[in-house]
């Protein structure tokens, strides 16, 4: 096992705490091994599955960095809204939110909106927010590593 896997591994399993709405939990975060700030995250149950809120916050070099972030999700595993608004670095700014409510999905990112017709799934190509990550990474172990396949890029 490589060590930012078993670094994250240990993440997860000592970040989460359930609780009676759902689940809450914190990760800390790091920066060349020095704590930098966290990310806090809450899972609720919602009519048709649940849903994780994230607020990430940390500081790098003087600059705070900040991401606020949501996802729902069918009780399936599907994605269905995600919402990513804040910082992912310093310099790294996102604007994004992706709605597969009523199709052609739509996709609106800095303000800009279009339909997206493409594959179904959605990627997270950022290691923020370790939440979703989390998530991810529940699915995969509940379906099994079959049920993951390549996706292709969004244009």
Same mark, same amino acid.
């Given at each position: 096992m490589s060590k930012p896997f078993a670094g994250l591994t240990l993440a997860l399993l000592m970040g989460s705490v359930f609780v009676l709405r759902g689940e809450e939990g914190r990760f800390l975060l790091h920066k060349s091994m020095k704590p930098v700030g966290e990310e806090s995250y809450v899972l609720e149950p919602e009519?048709?599955? =649940?849903?994780? +809120?994230? #607020?990430? $916050?940390? =500081? #790098?070099? *003087?600059? $705070?960095?900040?991401? =606020?972030?949501?996802?729902?999700? +069918?009780? #399936?595993?599907?994605?269905? +809204?995600? &919402? %990513?608004?804040? /910082?992912?670095?310093? @310099? /790294?700014?996102?604007? %994004?939110?992706? #709605? *597969?409510?009523?199709?052609?999905?739509?996709?609106? &990112? /800095? *303000?800009?909106? +279009?339909? @997206?017709?493409?594959?179904?799934?959605? *990627?997270?190509?950022? @290691?923020?927010?370790?939440?979703? $990550? $989390?998530?991810m990474v529940r699915q995969w172990l509940q379906k099994g590593p079959r049920s993951c396949r390549p996706c292709p890029s969004v244009p």
């Open positions: 009519a048709s599955g =649940k849903a994780i +809120r994230s #607020d990430f $916050q940390f =500081k #790098d070099r *003087g600059q $705070q960095v900040s991401l =606020k972030a949501r996802m729902s999700l +069918r009780a #399936d595993g599907t994605v269905v +809204r995600l &919402e %990513l608004r804040g /910082n992912t670095a310093r @310099y /790294n700014a996102i604007d %994004l939110e992706l #709605d *597969g409510t009523h199709l052609p999905m739509r996709i609106t &990112e /800095n *303000g800009a909106t +279009r339909a @997206y017709t493409g594959p179904s799934g959605i *990627g997270i190509g950022s @290691y923020a927010p370790i939440a979703f $990550q $989390q998530e």
